[in-house]
């Protein structure tokens, strides 16, 4: 049986001036742009020898992801497709909460939960974070649509990465990783 690799990579460096400017709140977070500096960390990238024999680009939704993707796109002529279940973790499962700029320090606080804890929520959390596990699963079950294919370059997020290879690796914008499946 044949085997896919996935190429991992997490996106460029994302800016969020203007959507505090704008005063924009919860998933508009997502909507966040590359810098000029994280279109350059891409473009670098996308020079990668690996990326020349891929057979396809999947992309998280989120803008940063997506910009990421189109810049490998551009410059390696591969095609892309937008996966939604390749996006962020969820830092509140119940979606009552609005992080934005104001809520920094909350949402700095289940941050730190999420990783004092490995990715297990624990029973006496005062939050609904996305367990470690959860993402795993569905990412998995993306990646599973994929297998056809012999190299996939996954564009996603550090905990998506994390939740595929090593927990709490800490990936730097651009930084790939790759699995076999």
């Not at 810098?35 to 998280?60: C, H, M, P, W």
């Not at 996966?83 to 934005?100: K, V």
């Amino acid at each position: 049986m044949m085997s896919t690799n996935f190429i991992l990579v997490r996106h460029g460096e994302p800016r969020y001036d203007e959507i505090m400017v704008d005063e924009t709140h919860g998933l508009a977070w997502d909507f966040g742009r590359l810098t000029d500096e994280g279109i350059k960390q891409v473009k670098t990238l996308a020079n990668d020898a690996r990326f020349y024999n891929a057979d396809l680009i999947i992309s998280s939704p989120y803008t940063r992801a997506l910009e990421t993707a189109a810049v490998i796109a551009s410059i390696t002529g591969i095609d892309i497709r937008v996966e939604n279940d390749l996006h962020e973790w969820s830092p509140d499962l119940t979606f009552n909460h609005q992080f934005g700029p104001e809520k920094a320090l909350e949402m700095k606080e289940i941050m730190n939960e999420y990783f004092a804890f490995q990715g297990h929520p624990p029973r006496d959390s005062k939050f609904h974070w996305e367990a470690i596990t959860a993402v795993k699963n569905r990412v998995l079950n993306v990646l599973y649509k994929y297998l056809k294919y012999r190299t996939v370059i996954v564009v996603c997020h550090g905990i998506v990465m994390d939740s595929l290879t090593e927990f709490d690796h800490r990936y730097g914008y651009c930084d790939t990783a790759e699995i076999t499946l």
